[in-house]
């Protein structure tokens, strides 16, 4: 019968979580904690974040772990889940002597002392700390010495069902941001609270909104150069940020104070603007709906059509916005306005604004040219 692992530590209690602060080898750490794949649900933003983990974080933290010794870390944060771990409370520690009668003795340390035995079939995976454990797992590969040693585990119990995922995704995006600046890509992911991010995430996710997915999103940051993508999935989020603070009539560095679970009907709103405009652009439509390459409208000959191109994008959202709160259109005669116009980089609209025809690439959007274009499409 394969013997428990058995980690010493301390239980405590808070808000909805109970915590085990465990000490573990840095061996098993290594071995037995992995990265948060289970909290991904979109594939390619996964692959992002485990490229972001790849770079030279994790060797300059293996070379310290292994250089330094006055090497030091706080704790990891990981979630368990399957598997069959047991907590064995130790008792019997009531200071029962003369002198302890003067101690003030809690209830609450009678009964946090123990320890967490695991059968190694548990899943762990880091909340905090994933470039820490890329750079123990890579120390761990180049040398032994250090597998002894002790890091601070907190371990939460995780639920792998879709309230557990949002719960210990909302933990996730909670503990990095409040520790270092969390990538858009990251927050695009994982950040159940982000009102943009979670409209971002259930337009490519759900069935409810056809028109975007995976195949057709560009999962990097800058320019879009697949041939497949109509624009890229931060350029969609910093739209809809737009949206959002809009609909809600807030700025966009308000809108950490709102919550998706508390708007959930702003999506509405944000999917009903991406849906009329697909359905009023030929172009988007035939890239969503009828397997048309999306390369096919972006070249780098003419520039080809505006919302082939993130900056496209920002325009267009930008000029909708501003029909609708300086010219008062509707949504509706917001977006027919300006469909109906030549999209074209290289057409009389766009040229030399937000496309150079001599130097046959991309401007940077001046806010005259921004204001020519917005008083072209209001008339």
Known sequence: MKKRLVLPCLRGYLGSW?????????KDAAKLIGFAHELHRIEKLSDNIQRELGKGRPAEIAEYLLQDDDRFFNSLVVAVYDGDPNWHEVGGFTPNTEEAALLNFPEYAQNCLGFLSINGEEKLFALDGQHRLAGIKAAIEKSDEIGDELINVIIVAHKNTPAGIVKSRRLFTTLNKKAKLVSKDTIIALDEDDISACITRKLIESSDFEYFNEDIISFNTGPVRDKTSITSIVNIYDNVQKLVAFKLGVKESDLERYRYRDNEAVYEFVSCFFRRTFEGCPELLSVAMNGVEAGYYRNSDTGGHLLFRPIGWDVYTDVYLFLVINC??????????????????????????VW???????????AKSMKAIMKAVAK
């Open 18 to 26: 109970t915590t085990y602060t465990c000490m573990m080898r840095l």
């Open 328 to 353: 008062h259109f509707t949504s509706e005669q917001a977006i027919h306005s300006i469909l109906k116009k030549d999209l074209n980089l290289s057409g009389d609209l766009l040229i030399n604004k």
């Open 356 to 366: 150079s025809k001599a130097q046959k690439k991309i401007l940077k959007v001046s």
